[in-house]
């Protein structure tokens, strides 16, 4: 968008996430990533590292580009919609313990609230990078990213939330539950059986 001024205002980001040197062209949209920059990083070191801040560098083996991903929702989108929320993302992966999955009990306003704050940092990732590219479960970062949200909205705002006992409807087999999460996270198999309620 151009300015009174005759300068233009940058209205999109494109991060290109690359582990070896390549042409890009010369305009300042490109945002160029170095992924695995913590386990390689004399590759690319003019480059905008993914292991500054926060960050999940140290998993590009299983990660792959999606450590880019993360960066730039680190870096991007939380700091530029929700600021004050980023102390209490960071303080997050410092804790042992989360209200995760998604699952609540709030009052109307409340749960208004919560979701009128939630869902642009839902799809503002979604407008910098697409999905489509992703397999079917990294694709769903925007669900993954959603679960840590509510511990993050929760403590930024000083709320200590209940939590009463659950149960099942029918047996869960724990074990069988956590190899297929696992499978899934790290490899993309097995998808149909960890998509559900996990």
Known sequence: MKQEDGTHHKMVTVAVAMHKDYELPNDDIYLPIHVGAELHPDILPNLQQDNDGYNTSSLNLYFSELTALYWLWKNKALRDLAPSYLESWERLFHKRSANIFTMMVMDRKTFDAYCAWLSPLLFEPTKRLDP?????????YSGHISELL??????????????????????????????????????????????INY
């Open 132 to 140: 489509t590219q992703y397999t079917p479960f990294h694709a769903r």
């Open 150 to 195: 509510l511990s993050v909205r929760l403590d930024s705002n000083g709320i200590r939330p209940g939590e009463p006992d659950t149960t099942f409807p029918s047996p869960i087999n724990w074990w069988v539950r956590g190899i297929g999460f696992l499978k899934a996270k790290f490899t993309g198999k097995n998808i149909r059986k960890t998509s």
